[in-house]
C-alpha cells in the first residue's frame, strides 16, 4: 500500500505536471515569437517588452521541467532546448542591432526568419517528445498502479480469508478450552448434588475458569469438612451418650434382678454410679446444646464486674478431692493488683474449670498444676495461664486442639481429648473480646493462656 501510495503519488506531482508545463512551453513559444512579429512590424517597444516577459517565463518553465527530469531521456530533451533557445537569443540579439542601426535589408530579414522559424520547430518538436515521454510514463505508472492494487486486493482478500479462518479456529479453540472446563464443572456439581464429594478440579486456563475452578475446590474441601464434622459430630455423640446409659442401664438392671438385695451397701454404691451417669450424661448433653447455641449465635452472656481471682479460687475448690487423689501440687501465682474485669463469671468459671480439668486429666499423679495471672500494660489487658507438666500436646497438634470435635493423638497410644471442650472454651474467651492460645512441648508439659480485655 505504501509502495502504491507513492507510485499514484508520482504519477500526480511528476509525470502529470511534466506533461502541463510542456504544454504551457510550447504555448509560450508561439507566444514569444507572434510578439516579435509585432515589434519587427511596428517597431513598438512594448511589443518588444511583451516579448522579453513571454522569454522569461519560457525559460522559468523549462528550468522547471529540468528539476522534474527523472530519467536521462528527459535530460537530454531539456539539453537540448536550451540549447535551441541560447542559438535563438543570439540570433535575435544580432537581429535587433541590424534593426536598431537601420541596417536591416529585406533579405536579412528573411533569412532570419527562416533560421527563427526551424530553431522553433526543433523546439516544438522536443517540448512534444517531452510530453510523450512523460505521457508514456505516466501511462506505465497508472499501470503498475493497477496491477499493484489488484495485488494489494488479492492480498486483502487472502488476508481477510485467513483472518477469518484464525477467528473459526481461535474460536473452536476457546469454545473446547471452555466448554470442557464447563462441562466438567456441571457434572461435578450434579456429583456433589447427589452426596458425592470427587477429588479437586486441576483447571489452569482459561482464568475465569481458573478462579472459578479454586473457588469450587475451596466449597468441595469445605463439604469434605463438614461431611467429617457430621461424622465426628455423630461419632462423639454416640460415645458420649452410649457409654452412661449402658452403666446405668446394667445397673438398674442389676437392682431389678435383685442381685445385690441383700448387700444394701453394694445397692448404695450401685445408686451413686447411677447418679453419677446421670450426671455425666446430663453435663454431655449440656455440652452439646452449648455448641448448639453458640453455632446459631443464641448463648447468652451475663456481664459483670467481677474479680477474676475470686473465679478462679473456686474453680480450684471444685477440683480440689480430684488433685487430692492424684496427690498433685497447684501453685497459684495471682498479684494483687489485678483489677476487676467486666465478665460472665459463669462461664468464665466453665473455662477455668474446662482448662484445669484437662491439666488434671493429662498430668501424671504427683504432678504440678500452676495457675498465674498477669496485669498487662501495653493494652490493659488480664492473661491467666493454666500450666502443668504433663505429656504435652505434639507440635502439629497445636493447631487442632481448639477445633471441634478435634482429638489429638500424643503418640503414646492416648487421645489427647479436647471434643467439644475447648471448642467451646474458645468462643467463651472470643465473646469476652480476648483471645486464647497454647504453648506445648512433649514430655515437659502444656500451658493454656486466654486474656480478657479491659472492657
Not at 447468652?300 to 471444685?318: E, H, N, R
Not at 474467651?429 to 472492657?455: C, D, Q, R
Request: charged share 25%.
Amino acid at each position: 500500500m505504501n509502495a502504491l501510495n507513492h507510485l499514484i503519488e508520482s504519477v500526480i506531482r511528476q509525470e502529470t505536471s511534466i506533461i502541463k508545463l510542456s504544454e504551457e512551453a510550447l504555448e509560450g513559444i508561439y507566444s514569444m515569437t507572434a510578439a516579435e512579429d509585432k515589434y519587427l512590424i511596428s517597431g513598438d517597444q512594448d511589443y518588444y517588452q511583451q516579448f522579453q516577459q513571454i522569454r522569461k517565463d519560457f525559460m522559468g518553465k523549462v528550468n522547471k521541467l529540468d528539476n522534474m527530469s527523472d530519467t536521462k531521456v528527459k535530460s537530454v530533451f531539456i539539453t537540448d532546448i536550451r540549447k535551441y533557445q541560447r542559438s535563438y537569443d543570439a540570433l535575435e540579439k544580432a537581429h535587433k542591432a541590424l534593426v536598431d542601426g537601420r541596417k536591416l535589408k529585406k533579405t536579412n530579414n528573411q533569412m532570419y526568419l527562416t533560421s527563427r522559424e526551424q530553431i522553433v520547430l526543433n523546439i516544438d518538436q522536443r517540448l512534444r517528445n517531452l510530453a510523450e515521454i512523460a505521457t508514456e510514463d505516466r501511462n506505465s505508472k497508472l499501470q503498475q498502479s493497477k496491477d499493484m492494487s489488484q495485488r494489494v486486493t488479492n492480498f486483502i482478500t487472502v488476508s481477510v480469508i485467513l483472518a477469518v479462518i484464525f477467528v473459526i479456529a481461535i474460536t473452536f479453540i476457546n469454545t473446547r478450552k471452555i466448554n470442557l472446563p464447563m462441562k466438567l464443572l456441571g457434572e461435578r456439581t450434579k456429583d456433589i448434588a447427589g452426596g458425592k464429594i470427587c477429588d479437586p478440579l486441576d483447571i489452569s486456563s482459561p482464568p475465569e475458569l481458573k478462579e472459578l475452578a479454586d473457588s469450587f475446590n475451596v466449597m468441595c474441601a469445605r463439604l469434605k469438612e463438614l461431611d467429617q464434622l457430621k461424622i465426628d459430630y455423630i461419632s462423639h455423640l454416640s460415645h458420649e451418650l452410649r457409654t452412661p446409659l449402658t452403666v446405668i442401664k446394667e445397673a438398674s438392671l442389676m437392682l431389678q434382678q435383685g442381685v445385690l438385695a441383700k448387700a444394701p451397701e453394694k445397692q448404695d454404691e450401685l445408686f451413686e454410679i447411677i447418679k453419677m451417669e446421670c450426671e455425666r450424661l446430663i453435663s454431655s448433653v449440656n455440652r452439646i446444646l452449648d455448641l448448639s447455641r453458640m453455632e446459631a449465635g443464641d448463648m447468652f452472656f451475663s456481664f459483670q464486674q467481677t474479680d477474676i481471682a475470686a473465679v478462679i479460687g473456686k474453680s480450684i475448690l471444685q477440683l480440689m478431692p480430684l488433685m487430692r487423689n492424684k496427690k498433685m501440687d497447684i501453685q497459684l501465682e495471682i498479684p494483687p493488683d489485678i483489677p476487676l474485669r467486666q465478665m460472665d463469671t459463669e462461664r468464665i468459671g466453665e473455662v477455668l474449670e474446662n482448662l484445669l480439668g484437662n491439666a488434671l486429666k493429662y498430668t501424671p499423679a504427683g504432678g504440678k498444676i500452676t495457675v498465674s495471672a498477669v496485669n498487662k500494660s501495653c493494652d490493659h489487658s488480664v492473661e491467666i495461664s493454666v500450666t502443668d507438666n504433663g505429656m504435652g500436646i505434639p507440635e502439629d497438634g497445636l493447631l487442632q486442639v481448639f477445633d471441634k470435635f478435634k482429638r489429638v493423638d500424643d503418640r503414646r497410644g492416648a487421645v489427647r481429648g479436647t471434643g467439644l471442650g475447648l471448642a467451646i472454651v474458645k468462643y467463651i474467651i472470643n465473646a469476652h473480646g480476648g483471645n486464647i492460645w497454647v504453648k506445648s512441648k512433649v514430655g515437659e508439659g502444656s500451658t493454656f493462656t486466654f486474656s480478657l480485655p479491659a472492657s
